[in-house]
């Protein structure tokens, strides 16, 4: 799996959108990037992952670069509840995630 | 439909006792997993299982076992616990090794 570099911490005023960094530059052709979020001590859970193509659900948004060496998970609209932490993988045929610090998001009020 | 559960949720443990955490799934998953988190820190993969009767080494198997006796369960034994197993301890599930895995609520050990 190709490591991943994220800040370690961002902050965000409410209601306006949140655009969270990745840098993966040792990324392979194979690999996707996954994006989970993990709150307060709850079970990790999954946002949305790509391959080439930005991707879009109810949730969030990905961009990935052309690239594909970074990406950016964007919440739209941010509220209280998304202050997480954020994580970023690359991941190819692997089975395991891994996991690394992650950014810590806050959302202000 | 529950998703996937653990239990127990909190445990404390004398260094050299043992246990067993149970993990449950009934989303028909092929594959499960068993991750650590210690504070401050990111998953770390214990074992995990591509199906009934499988099971394999993660990143951090010593410790530890696991068995999969039937698709839905996956359980995380330890058979003489040390002070620094002390973590949380997350079980996951997935239908594929590509497709999203969802994640337990956790149990909390504590060893002394």
């Known amino acids: 799996d190709a490591k991943t570099t994220q800040p370690t911490s961002m902050d965000c005023a409410e209601g306006r959108a949140a655009n969270l960094p990745c840098n993966h530059s040792?990324?392979?052709?194979?690999?996707?990037v996954y994006w989970y979020r993990q709150i307060h001590s709850q079970g990790p859970q999954y946002i949305i992952h790509g391959l080439k193509n930005n991707e879009t659900n109810e949730m969030a948004s990905l961009i990935i670069t052309e690239d594909r060496k970074s990406s950016t998970l964007i919440l739209p609209h941010a509220t209280l509840r998304d202050t997480a932490v954020y994580y970023c993988i690359a991941r190819g045929s692997a089975r395991q995630l891994t996991f690394g610090s992650g950014t810590q998001l806050t959302v202000l009020p | 439909n529950a998703g996937v559960t653990q239990t127990p949720k909190f445990r404390v443990l004398k260094t050299g006792q043992s246990m067993t955490l149970l993990c449950a799934q009934d989303?028909?998953?092929?594959?499960m997993y068993w991750y650590r988190q210690d504070p401050g820190m990111g998953l770390r993969l214990i074992h995990y299982?591509?199906?009934?009767?499988?099971?394999a080494k993660g990143e951090v198997p010593d410790g530890y076992n696991v068995s999969r006796l039937k698709k839905q369960n996956f359980l995380l034994g330890l058979e003489s616990a040390a002070p620094s197993q002390t973590s949380v301890y997350f079980c996951a599930s997935s239908y594929d090794s590509y497709n999203e895995q969802f994640f337990g609520p956790g149990t909390r050990l504590t060893v002394l």
């Open positions: 299982s591509v199906g009934e009767g499988t099971t």
């Open positions: 989303m028909n998953h092929e594959y």
């Open positions: 040792t990324i392979s052709g194979n690999e996707y």
